[in-house]
Structure formats: structure tokens, C-alpha cells
């Protein structure tokens, strides 16, 4: 039931904003909106006995609003990185967009929005913990790494360009999406570029946007903090396995989403998702 209603309500939201020209006004709108509400639903979902559900509601959604504002300009800044002909807005807007999830998860988890923090570089998570006493903490993400290996198979390790950019980027003569030839794809939130577009800063501008909606459906992980809890109490070997993991599970809700998107859709961009991406890289196009 819980997933269902993440589905219905991300269409509904995905749809308000997939006809025509979008604004700047309305992405933001949209960014807000999704991270507001599923983190008044994941604050709901991981309320204390003892708390006032009203108050965990309004404390989730307002802390989530936030964070999809900070997401938001995140998404503004990789834009830049086409505009200003620059990689470097790739860091920018990595650790504003950091920030804009980590308050999401913490809203979601029905924490205060400074207690935890993180920063992702491809599998590789690292989190900040600072409600008591200060401390670090580094966890892989299972999904990405095997994501990180299947396009790594056969492709180029582009070190210069994932230094710049804070991404893992590999490159390839030939990449193929649906035997259509491109420029590039993102594999959730690793980057493979046709090695003839490797200065194309707008291509960078476009898969990068696909990388942050990767993050974008990470409230959903908060939503098994108590069976997680519940099995880490009972369970000395999953304690330590998700000691060392964040599972990544986001990835199945988005490739879900973008599927429902393509359906019926007139050209490429008749889909949310390719749609927002080539709103900040200036790429839409139908014709």
C-alpha cells in the first residue's frame, strides 16, 4: 500500500509538470512538492509512539520543503555547467544538492534536518553525523557498485573529468540506448560519455539532472527504518552488513517511473524525467 501511494502521488506530480515548456517557477514547484510530501509521509511512517501525528506531519513536509528548494537550485547550478561552458558548477551543485537530500532523509526519518548528513561520489557514501558528537562514517551503495562495474565493462576510466566533476565517468566509441545511437547515459548515477562528446558541456548539464533524480526518490529508503532497526536488534550479521551499506533502493522506484513515463510519449522528451533534464541543459527538443 505504502508504495502504491509513492507511485499514484509521484504521477501526480510527474504529470502536473510533463506538458510544454516548464518554468523555472514550476520545476520548483515540483521539487518542493516532492519533498514535502513523501517527507510528511515518511515522517508519519517512522513516528514515535508518543508523538502528536499532526506535528511530525507539519514538522516532516516543512523540513522536506526545504530540501526540495536546495535540490532545486542544486538542479539550477548543473545548469550553469553548460551555460558557463564550466565542469567545475558540478561541485556546486553536488554539495548543495547533498544537503538538500540529506534534510529530505532526515524529515523523512522524523529527524531534525541538521542531525545527519552525507555526500555521494558514485558508490561511495559518506556520512556526517552531528546531533551528539561529531563523527564520520563511510557505507557503500550496493546498487551503484554494481552499476559502477557493469559500465566499466569494455569503457575508458575518465579520471580528469570525474576529478572536476565529483561523478565517475567512463567513456565509450559506441553507446547505444534502445538502438538509437548517443551522446551519452547515466546508469543510475554513473556517467558514460561517446567518446566524441567529451567536451560537450551540455551533455554533462543533461545526464548529471539524471543523476540527482537518482536521489531524488531516496526518502523511499527511509521508509524500512523500523524493520531495518527491527532486524539489526535481532540480528548480529545484518547489524554489521548494514553497518558498512546504504541500500540504494531508490533506483527501482525511478527506472519504474521513467518506464510509466515513456508510455504513449510523442518524442523523447515527452517524459518527465527527459524532460527536466533537458530543461536545465537547454537540450529539449521535438521536432
Given at each position: 500500500m505504502?508504495?502504491?501511494l509513492i507511485?499514484i502521488?509521484s504521477?501526480?506530480?510527474i504529470?502536473s509538470?510533463s506538458?510544454?515548456q516548464?518554468?523555472?517557477s514550476?520545476m520548483?514547484?515540483?521539487?518542493i512538492?516532492?519533498?514535502?510530501?513523501f517527507s510528511g509521509v515518511?515522517?508519519?511512517?517512522n513516528?514515535?509512539?508518543n508523538?502528536?501525528?499532526?506535528?511530525?506531519?507539519l514538522k516532516?513536509?516543512?523540513?522536506g520543503?526545504l530540501g526540495g528548494?536546495l535540490?532545486?537550485e542544486?538542479?539550477?547550478?548543473?545548469g550553469k555547467i553548460?551555460?558557463k561552458q564550466s565542469?567545475?558548477?558540478s561541485w556546486?551543485g553536488?554539495l548543495v544538492n547533498?544537503?538538500?537530500?540529506?534534510?529530505?532523509?532526515?524529515?523523512?526519518?522524523n529527524r531534525?534536518?541538521?542531525e545527519k548528513w552525507?555526500?555521494?561520489?558514485?558508490?561511495n557514501r559518506?556520512?556526517?553525523?552531528?546531533?551528539?558528537?561529531f563523527?564520520?562514517?563511510?557505507?557503500?551503495?550496493?546498487v551503484?557498485l554494481?552499476?559502477?562495474?557493469y559500465?566499466?565493462i569494455?569503457?575508458?576510466?575518465e579520471?580528469?573529468?570525474?576529478?572536476?566533476?565529483g561523478?565517475?565517468i567512463?567513456?565509450?566509441?559506441?553507446?547505444?540506448?534502445?538502438?538509437?545511437s548517443a551522446?551519452g547515459?547515466?546508469?543510475g548515477n554513473?556517467?558514460?560519455?561517446n567518446?566524441n562528446s567529451?567536451?560537450e558541456?551540455?551533455?554533462?548539464s543533461?545526464e548529471?539532472?539524471h543523476i540527482?533524480?537518482?536521489?531524488d526518490?531516496n526518502?523511499?529508503?527511509?521508509?524500512?527504518?523500523k524493520p531495518?532497526?527491527?532486524?539489526?536488534?535481532?540480528s548480529n550479521?545484518f547489524?554489521?552488513?548494514n553497518?558498512l551499506?546504504?541500500?540504494d533502493m531508490?533506483?527501482?522506484?525511478l527506472?519504474?517511473?521513467?518506464?510509466l513515463e515513456n508510455?504513449?510519449r510523442?518524442?523523447?522528451?515527452?517524459?518527465?524525467?527527459?524532460?527536466e533534464?533537458?530543461?536545465?541543459?537547454?537540450?529539449?527538443?521535438?521536432d
Open positions: 505504502k508504495l502504491k507511485f502521488a504521477m501526480f506530480l504529470s509538470y506538458n510544454g516548464n518554468s523555472n514550476e520548483a514547484l515540483y521539487n512538492g516532492l519533498g514535502s510530501i515518511g515522517a508519519l511512517i513516528k514515535k509512539a508523538e502528536k501525528w499532526h506535528k511530525v506531519l516532516g513536509m516543512g523540513q520543503a528548494y535540490i532545486y542544486s538542479k539550477n547550478l548543473i553548460e551555460q565542469l567545475e558548477y556546486y553536488k547533498s544537503a538538500g537530500i540529506s534534510i529530505i532523509e532526515n524529515a523523512s526519518s531534525n534536518f541538521w552525507h555526500l555521494n561520489i558514485g558508490f559518506f556520512e556526517f553525523y552531528t546531533k551528539d558528537k563523527k564520520v562514517k563511510y557505507k557503500i551503495m550496493p551503484s554494481f552499476l559502477t562495474a559500465s566499466a569494455g569503457n575508458k576510466f579520471l580528469e573529468r570525474t576529478l572536476k566533476t561523478e565517475i567512463f567513456s565509450s566509441r559506441d553507446i547505444y540506448v534502445n538502438g538509437i551522446r547515459i547515466a546508469n554513473i556517467l558514460i560519455v567518446s567529451l567536451n558541456y551540455d551533455l554533462y543533461h548529471i539532472i540527482y533524480q537518482y536521489y526518490y526518502f523511499v529508503n527511509t521508509y524500512l527504518n531495518f532497526e527491527n532486524w539489526k536488534s535481532k550479521t547489524n554489521k552488513i553497518d551499506f546504504y541500500f531508490q533506483g527501482a522506484v527506472r519504474l517511473l521513467y518506464l508510455e504513449n510523442n518524442c523523447y522528451y515527452d517524459n518527465f524525467f527527459e524532460n533534464a533537458g530543461f536545465y541543459s537547454n537540450t529539449i527538443n521535438c
